[in-house]
């Protein structure tokens, strides 16, 4: 069973810092998702990252994929206020299980002035 | 373009009675999938669907729950006889043809509480 584990589950950071939020998973993947989650909202879609050494950014979030380290990291540069949300990554197994996603339990970032 | 619609928003059944919860993919999108959100945990895998079809009902419970797309109308996702154990948010997502799960777009979610 495909077990997807972030940490940390908590986050408290200050506006202008940066940290990074990490996600396992116990076997192969073809394709890695991170989305957030902002409080009795929907998922919004992040990042997909498909393949080993895969790096996207959007404005102060980077994500990158380590297939071999079987590990997603989620880079937040100078946080801001707006960024306090819930971080979930979301694994896949196999281009016929796309879609078919195994979710960590998420990781609540909150970020103060 | 509207998003993925989902309703009702919030449901509140007592025990016993069923709950049939609604989600209209987006536009020109035929891949449907439902997940399960309870508090404080990620989203769980339920089922995936195309229209008329179900094509992975593997993370469904395999009683009381069930899901149809048919070929008009929205999917829905049915729990008959609820107990408090059902109480969660059920989310909807939906992908274009062709694109099965690339990126996923999902609803706002049904936030159903069984009393």
């Known amino acids: 069973e495909l077990k997807v584990e972030q940490n940390p589950l908590f986050l408290s950071m200050q506006e202008g810092k940066n940290y990074t939020i990490y996600c396992n998973y116990s076997?192969?993947?073809?394709?890695l998702y991170w989305y957030r989650q902002d409080p009795g909202k929907s998922l919004e879609s992040l990042f997909v990252l498909l393949s080993n050494g895969a790096v996207k950014q959007e404005g102060r979030l980077m994500a990158s994929l380590d297939t071999k380290a079987r590990l997603s990291t989620l880079h937040i540069t100078a946080a801001v206020h707006d960024l306090s949300a819930t971080y979930f990554c979301?694994?896949?197994?196999?281009?016929?299980?796309?879609?078919?996603?195994?979710f960590g339990d998420g990781t609540t970032l909150t970020v103060k002035p | 373009n509207a998003g993925v619609m989902q309703n009702p928003r919030h449901l509140v059944r007592r025990r016993g009675q069923e709950a049939r919860l609604r989600c209209s993919p987006m536009?020109?999108?035929?891949?449907v999938y439902w997940y399960r959100q309870l508090p404080e945990e990620g989203l769980k895998f339920m089922v995936y669907?195309?229209?008329?079809?179900?094509?992975?009902e593997s993370g469904m419970p395999k009683e009381r729950f069930s899901a149809e797309f048919p070929k008009e109308g929205p999917s829905i996702l049915r729990i008959q006889q609820v107990v408090r154990g059902d109480s969660a948010a059920y989310f909807c997502?939906?992908?274009?043809?062709?694109?099965?799960?690339?990126?996923?777009?999902f609803g706002s979610g049904t936030q159903l509480s069984v009393l």
């Open positions: 669907l195309q229209k008329e079809n179900i094509i992975d």
């Open positions: 076997t192969t993947s073809d394709r």
């Open positions: 997502a939906s992908s274009p043809p062709g694109r099965r799960g690339e990126k996923l777009f």
């Open positions: 536009k020109g999108h035929s891949h």
């Open positions: 979301a694994v896949d197994i196999g281009s016929t299980n796309a879609g078919k996603s195994t």
